[in-house]
């Protein structure tokens, strides 16, 4: 079974950074891609960015590109989101997941999140 456990979140003021890290156990390597949605509250789902764990290409939001980073350490099975240039509306609840190959309505398994609070 997947299982992802998602952490480095916190209080970060605006223009800040953070590295989120998900742990990953469970994962098919050849197909699977992983990724990272947020959740703020009140409001829907918004993917942030997806990564192949076979040749580490990626999806990224537009919303976020150019600040943010997703990156996989394959050897630790860990997925990273740098953050940069953090954003008071990027204040979530982030969460990695799989399968977001085909986007982010096919999600497969995810985690409990780490909040992630930008804010003066």
């Known amino acids: 079974q997947v299982q992802l456990v998602e952490s480095g979140g916190g209080l970060v003021q605006p223009g800040g950074s953070l590295r989120l890290s998900c742990a990953t156990s469970g994962v098919t390597l050849d197909y699977y891609y992983i990724g990272w949605f947020r959740q703020a509250p009140g409001k829907e789902r918004e993917g942030v960015s997806c990564i192949s764990l076979s040749d580490g290409s990626t999806y990224t939001a537009d919303s976020v590109k150019g600040r943010f980073t997703i990156s996989r350490d394959n050897a630790n099975n860990t997925v990273y989101l740098q953050m940069n240039s953090l954003k008071p509306e990027d204040t979530a609840v982030y969460y990695c997941?799989?399968?977001?190959?085909?986007?982010?309505?096919?999600?497969?398994?995810w985690g409990q999140g780490t909040q992630v609070t930008v804010s003066s």
């Open positions: 997941a799989t399968d977001c190959s085909t986007g982010w309505t096919t999600l497969d398994f």
